[in-house]
């Protein structure tokens, strides 16, 4: 049997790497999400076209995106009976708000400028 002192450190850097994967989980977890979202919203072609208001369609995919991860990690946190809420609610907006970002890049550098033109 290994002494107590060793478990503890091992037993630490499986923590640290599960909480590693958690994140990396996470965030491509939120990009499918938000993609999905997006695809059923039909957000690129309103964003291309101009027609309603895409960046309002954007945030609220988003919104639901983060929603869905949230959910899912309160699901893992509860059945492992562990009290990491705050934590896993800011990976979870870090996750998004890397995908928040991106789309809202992509809205200003896509969207249509015939207004300029005129």
Partial sequence: M???RRQAGTR???VIG???????????FAYFCTEYVLGLLDAR???LIGEGYPLLVIVAANVVSFALVWMS???FIIASGT?????????CLCAQAVWLSQHVWIYYRDRPRL????
């Fill in 115 to 118: 207004r300029f033109e005129q």
């Fill in 12 to 14: 630490g850097c499986v």
């Fill in 18 to 28: 599960l909480l590693l994967v958690g994140v990396f989980l996470a965030v491509v």
């Fill in 83 to 91: 009290t990491l809420y705050y934590p896993a609610t800011i990976v």
């Fill in 45 to 47: 072609r309103r964003v």
């Fill in 2 to 4: 290994l002494p107590l």
């Fill in 73 to 75: 990690a309160m699901v």
